[in-house]
């Protein structure tokens, strides 16, 4: 018998907080989203500055399509913008129910592609997710 396995899927989207969030609501936001993913066994991570949140997810694609979509109706943040999304053999975040990351300046000075992503926010002139995602890591390693 042949076996199915689910397809890993990993999505990557930009938004604006409706309001500057503070350590406080950063930190119950995360809280709420590592419960959430380890029980989807969704992995991934978050980077927020002045406003701006990146966020990449991966996972089963029905899991994380159904959390896209609950996480778009969220109104802590707007100006959700799907940039990139795509099939993977493996995830790039395992170990993370959701790594984070507040950035300063001078994180965006050493990562040209999460500076352009936050600034410009467009899928046209974004489509390198592997630059981001290498980014990623290197800043939660950091």
Known sequence: ELKVFPIMYQLLYVSNASNLMSDDDLKSL????KTNNISLNVTGMLVYHDGSFIQILEGDKDQVESLFHKI???KRHNNIILIDERNIDTRCFPNWDMAFKK?????????????????NSSQDEFNNLTDIVESFITLSVN
Do not use: E, G, R
């Open 103 to 119: 950035l300063t300046k001078s994180d965006l000075d050493k990562f040209p592609s999460i500076s352009n992503l936050i600034n």
């Open 72 to 74: 778009s109706k969220d």
């Open 30 to 33: 995360l809280t709420n989203a």
